[in-house]
């Protein structure tokens, strides 16, 4: 049993590929610009845009360092990859129900042309197209999904939590 088709210039389409066909006969000649293996889920720290507001009202002005909440923003100006988050953060211990070390968190948002991650209000609304700018008290009544890079260090006294940050950022 023989499955014959005509192909057509149509068939075949992807970005940047083509199917050019001429009049001949028994003969195919197929040119494509695919990716490897290793491209088809493309890296997903590649190619990022750093969406991370340029101030966070609640942050700034807080002092409860229990619930990660006692930080700033610090303008892209400062840094080479826009915007970032820096805030102090104590550690909760559930087993004695108590908090105890402090940590410097730093934290960036990201949006990356290659993936869609979807966003949901904390009434569950979709807003995955209408977030253009994430800061850290929009982020805790976010639910779904965002690519964020963090930096945690523990703050004790071979380091201030200052000499920390800036080591990272200038990625010593």
Excluded: C
Excluded at 43 to 55: K, M, Q, S, W, Y
Excluded at 100 to 116: I, R
């Amino acid at each position: 049993m023989a499955q014959n088709k005509a192909i057509t210039g149509g068939d075949f389409s992807a970005t940047g590929s083509t199917l050019s066909l001429d009049n001949v006969y028994n003969k195919v000649s197929v040119v494509s610009d695919s990716n490897t293996f290793d491209e088809v889920l493309p890296e997903v720290f590649n190619n990022l845009t750093n969406i991370t507001a340029d101030r966070d009202t609640a942050l700034a002005s807080s002092t409860n360092v229990n619930n990660g909440m006692y930080g700033e923003v610090v303008q892209s100006s400062l840094n080479h990859d826009g915007n970032l988050i820096v805030m102090v953060d104590r550690v909760y211990n559930p087993q004695s129900n108590s908090y105890g070390d402090y940590n410097t968190v730093a934290v960036k948002y990201y949006n990356n042309p290659n993936y869609k991650f979807y966003k949901y209000s904390s009434t569950g609304a979709d807003i995955t197209n209408s977030i253009t700018s994430l800061n850290y008290t929009d982020t805790k009544t976010m639910r779904g999904a965002t690519i964020a890079k963090f930096f945690v260090k523990k703050l004790d006294n071979t380091v201030s939590w200052w000499e920390a940050v800036l080591l990272e950022i200038l990625g010593h």
